[in-house]
Structures are given as C-alpha cells and as structure tokens.
C-alpha cells in the first residue's frame, strides 16, 4: 500500500484478471470516491503485478503440509511467464523489480502516460472526504494480448 492510499479504500484492491479475458473495469468509481479529472501525463506511477504462478489446486500436495521449498515450487511463477513477462518489459522500456521471495509479485514504475498507452486505459487523480491526498487509479486496464496467461493482477 502507498502513501497515497488509505488502508480501507476501495480504491485500493487490485483488479484481477481473468486468464481469458484481457479487460476489467467498474462502471463507476467507489462511493466517496471523486475523480479531479486525468492524470497529469508525466507523473510516475508504480504498478505492483502478481505473475502467473505454478499451478497448485491440481495438484496431489495440494492442502497437504510443505515445506518452505515446496511452497515455493507452487507459488513461483514458470520459466515461460517471467520469460513472457521480461519480453514485454523490455520491449517497453521497463526495468521489473522483484518485490516478494518467490518472484511472483514485480514492480514496474512507468509515466501515467505510457502506463495509458500499455494497458489501454486512462488514469485519474481521485479524492475522497475521508483522505488527506489524493490517489491515481482506473476504473478500466485491458491486458495486453502476450500478457494473457501470464499475469493474474496488478495494482493499482
């Protein structure tokens, strides 16, 4: 959670993502929740996004007792969703982060404007009464079509 956000905010969940369906959106924003307009083009935004990880409800360990190894097989993500991931990275510009011990869950800070522009969407500043500053999200983000599969959410 950043600076910006309020520990309770509505604003502040992720939007997930379908494995086959690359757009999420909300008609409106969440009550109290006022949009001051677009985002200003230049200011940074950084996005937290959750990789794809192994398959473990499959699985025959599956609700069993693991080890810390064990759980880390299940929770990292392939070889093919980081390669996937880096390929889209890269070819964008974008210096990933990894920000958990598994390596599922990467960081990327990017201009609101080329965040805009990868995730066909449009970020706007909100307030709310309960808050002292404001926040920047979307009420809509559509996957690109080489991140289908390979990213299970981002946020904000």
């Known amino acids: 959670?950043?600076?910006?956000?309020?520990?309770?905010?509505?604003?502040?969940?992720?939007?997930?993502?379908?494995?086959?369906?690359?757009?999420?959106?909300?008609?409106?924003?969440?009550?109290?929740?006022?949009?001051q307009g677009v985002?200003?083009?230049?200011d940074m935004l950084t996005l937290r996004v959750a990789l794809t990880s192994n398959n473990?409800?499959?699985?025959?360990?599956?609700?069993?007792?693991?080890?810390?190894e064990e759980v880390k097989s299940f929770?990292?993500?392939?070889?093919e969703t980081v390669s996937a991931f880096?390929?889209?990275?890269?070819?964008?510009g974008?210096?990933?982060?990894?920000i958990s011990p598994n390596g599922d869950w990467v960081s990327i800070t990017l201009p609101v404007s080329q965040a805009n522009q990868l995730f066909a969407t449009q970020f706007e500043v909100f307030t709310h009464p309960?808050?002292?500053n404001t926040i920047?999200?979307?009420?809509?983000?559509?996957?690109?079509?080489?991140?289908?599969?390979?990213i299970d959410l981002h946020q904000p």
């Open 136 to 150: 920047t999200r979307t009420l809509s983000v559509s996957l690109p079509s080489e991140l289908v599969g390979h």
């Open 130 to 132: 309960d808050m002292l």
């Open 56 to 68: 473990i409800a499959g699985s025959p360990e599956f609700r069993q007792w693991l080890s810390m």
């Open 75 to 79: 929770v990292q993500p392939s070889s």
């Open 86 to 92: 880096s390929a889209f990275a890269s070819a964008n």
């Open 39 to 42: 985002a200003p083009a230049n």
């Open 1 to 35: 959670m950043g600076p910006l956000q309020a520990p309770d905010s509505p604003l502040n969940h992720s939007y997930g993502f379908c494995r086959y369906d690359c757009t999420r959106s909300r008609t409106s924003a969440p009550a109290g929740f006022v949009s």
């Open 94 to 98: 974008l210096e990933p982060t990894v």
